[in-house]
């Protein structure tokens, strides 16, 4: 299986200068534990995901003061649709994170997370069909 059966074509994107809030609201109102930041001006993709959220909260850091592109990954390791989940499940676990951005000729295509994989590695009952 490879990762385009598995990832989310529908990203949430949010801009640099979104507070972590606003970030976080979006992320919970969409149910998604990252959001990619696309930042023109630095001309590069990033991600936040709802750990970093977490770190500057429990530093006691402002969610309305902090902004995104200060809690943003930028060394991000992006996927393509044709990795295979073995593939994405290793960067991962070699990364030590859980969301892997899939580019496709260079554009955002999707977003891939462990849950994801976890899901067409062991679908619910619900999911295999009768």
Do not use: K
């Not at 998604?32 to 696309?38: F, I, P, R, T, Y």
């Amino acid at each position: 299986m490879l990762v385009r059966d598995a990832m989310t074509a529908m990203v949430l994107t949010i801009g640099p200068a979104h507070t972590l809030r606003q970030a976080a609201a979006l992320m919970s109102a969409r149910r998604v534990g990252a959001a990619v930041v696309l930042d023109p001006e630095a001309g590069g993709i990033g991600i936040l995901t709802e750990r970093d959220v977490l770190n500057s909260v429990g530093l006691g850091q402002s969610p309305d003061a902090e902004r995104a592109y200060d809690h943003t990954t930028t060394d991000v390791v992006f996927a393509t649709p044709s990795w295979t989940l073995t593939e994405a499940a290793r960067a991962m676990a070699r990364g030590g994170f859980r969301h892997l951005v899939v580019l496709d000729r260079g554009d955002v295509a999707g977003i891939v997370s462990v849950r994801d994989i976890i899901r067409c590695w062991a679908p619910t009952e619900a999911q295999v069909p009768a």
